[in-house]
């Protein structure tokens, strides 16, 4: 069982920065790819980014290349998501996910085991 906690999130204006955070308690985090994805009012769950379990193999949505990073820590069992240049259309609420089998990145939300429990990001024009 993996629990994902996320913190983060909140109010900002366009063009400005935001970092969510993601902290897990299974002690195999460190082996897991891990998501964001995020979900706007009226609209299934989009796919924000990946990443692998060393950081090495790392892909984003079309719509967020170039203003979001994703990195994580596994010392920390933490990923994170760095937002910059954000815009009214990131208005979403944001989900970090777990995959745990099989080991390999994907941008599809039902291939994640395990999810947060959201954070909504709002920014305003």
């Known amino acids: 069982q993996v629990q994902l906690v996320q913190s983060g999130g909140g109010l900002v204006q366009a063009g400005g920065s935001l970092r969510l955070s993601c902290a897990a308690s299974s002690r195999t985090y460190s082996s897991y790819p891990l998501g964001w994805f995020r979900q706007a009012p009226g609209q299934g769950r989009e796919f924000v980014a990946t990443?692998?379990?060393?950081?090495?193999?790392?892909y984003y949505g079309d719509s967020v290349k170039g203003r979001f990073t994703i990195s994580r820590d596994n010392a920390k069992s933490t990923v994170y998501l760095q937002m910059n240049s954000l815009k009214p259309e990131d208005t979403a609420i944001y989900y970090c996910a777990a995959k745990t089998t099989p080991l390999y990145v994907s941008s599809y939300a039902n291939g994640y085991d395990y999810w947060g429990q959201g954070t909504q990001v709002t920014v305003s024009s």
């Open positions: 990443i692998n379990w060393n950081g090495g193999e790392i």
